[in-house]
Structure formats: structure tokens, C-alpha cells
């Protein structure tokens, strides 16, 4: 299995920019497409960005498309969102998640097809 640690979030401004980090350990990073979602209060979880095992796939939700990016280093175990232009309605709990059955060049936009979960990381933004 493998364990994962979000970093990064944090208060900014509307149109600020963090960069979220989740760092992963314990078997093969690089076998693993991975997934970045949120959570707002009273909402239900929504993947944001997904990659497949050496990022030649991406995924982004509509709504932060040309916004956020998302990336790996799988030599550093670490995935990545780089989100810019900021937005209230960004506010949220990200989580990184980690997906052992799609392989290659796939990824899943499914929550239950993840089987790994970081413990998630705070995002606000004020306005």
C-alpha cells in the first residue's frame, strides 16, 4: 500500500496561488495514477485533477481548467497542484488520492476507484 501526506494549503487572497504538495510513501509511486479532489462544507467530494502514471494523462474538472495544474515527480514520490487565479468557491479540503488498478496512460474520475487517501489539507479563500 502506499500512505500520503498533503501540504501546502493555506488563507490567500482571491486571485492568489498555492501549490499543493502530497507526498507518497511505501510501494511503487510511479504504479499508481493519482487524483486530487475537494471537499466543501455541505458538498460532496469532487475530483479536481487526475494523472495517469508518468503524466502523459490529465484530467481537470471543468471549473479550474486553465487555473490549476497538476503534476508528478515520481523520482521525488511527490504529486503536485498548482492552482492560480483563485477563487472563494475554490475553498475547500483537498485530499490526494492514489488509484492501484488503472495503469499506463489511464486514470480514474471515479471517487470509490481510489484506493488511498491523504488526510487532506485546507484551502480558503477570502474575497
Known amino acids: 500500500q502506499v500512505q500520503l501526506v498533503e501540504s501546502g494549503g493555506g488563507l490567500v487572497q482571491a486571485g492568489g496561488s498555492l501549490r499543493l504538495s502530497c507526498a507518497a510513501s511505501?510501494?511503487?509511486?510511479?504504479?499508481?495514477?493519482m487524483g486530487w479532489f475537494r471537499q466543501a462544507p455541505g458538498k460532496e467530494r469532487e475530483l479536481v485533477a487526475a494523472?495517469?502514471?508518468?503524466?502523459?494523462?490529465?484530467y481537470y474538472a471543468d471549473s479550474v481548467k486553465g487555473r490549476f495544474t497538476t503534476s508528478r515527480d515520481n523520482a521525488k514520490n511527490t504529486l503536485y497542484l498548482q492552482m492560480n487565479s483563485l477563487k472563494p468557491e475554490d475553498t475547500a479540503v483537498y485530499y490526494c488520492?492514489?488509484?492501484?488498478?488503472?495503469?499506463?496512460?489511464?486514470?480514474?474520475?471515479?471517487?470509490?476507484?481510489?484506493?488511498?487517501w491523504g488526510q487532506g489539507t485546507q484551502v480558503t479563500v477570502s474575497s
Open positions: 494523472i495517469s502514471w508518468f503524466g502523459g494523462s490529465l
Open positions: 488520492a492514489a488509484d492501484q488498478f488503472h495503469s499506463g496512460s489511464y486514470y480514474s474520475t471515479t471517487p470509490d476507484e481510489y484506493d488511498y
Open positions: 511505501g510501494r511503487t509511486f510511479s504504479h499508481y495514477a
